[in-house]
């Protein structure tokens, strides 16, 4: 099993930046892909971005793409979103996930964390 907890969120002015943490327990960390959801109020959650298990590979939403940036450090068991050029559109809660080598969906989630993007 895998615990999640995301830190880093908060308010921020329309251009600023956040980096948001996802702190993984357990020895398996590194077995997991990852990824980033968020979840805006009234609004179905909606994918963010993924990261492989190794951090080779990287995918994001279009939404995001350019101005967000997922990274991994395995030997921390840690996750992180750096999140740039910010826009209101991006208030929401963002939740980490961990999905398992053999599931194709996400297993584990986190409690998420709020980010607040004021205009």
């Known amino acids: 099993q895998v615990q999640l907890v995301e830190s880093g969120g908060g308010l921020v002015q329309a251009g600023g930046s956040l980096r948001l943490s996802c702190a993984a327990s357990?020895?398996?960390?590194?077995?997991?892909?990852m990824g980033w959801f968020r979840q805006a109020p009234g609004k179905e959650r909606e994918f963010v971005s993924a990261?492989?298990?190794?951090?080779?590979?990287?995918r994001y939403a279009d939404p995001v793409k350019g101005r967000f940036t997922i990274s991994r450090d395995n030997a921390k068991n840690e996750m992180y979103l750096q999140m740039n050029s910010l826009k209101p559109e991006d208030t929401a809660v963002y939740y980490c996930?961990?999905?398992?080598?053999?599931?194709?969906?996400?297993?584990?989630w986190g409690q998420g964390t709020q980010v607040t993007v004021s205009s």
């Open positions: 996930a961990g999905r398992s080598s053999d599931s194709v969906a996400y297993d584990y």
């Open positions: 357990g020895r398996t960390f590194s077995r997991y892909a």
């Open positions: 990261i492989s298990s190794s951090g080779g590979f990287t």
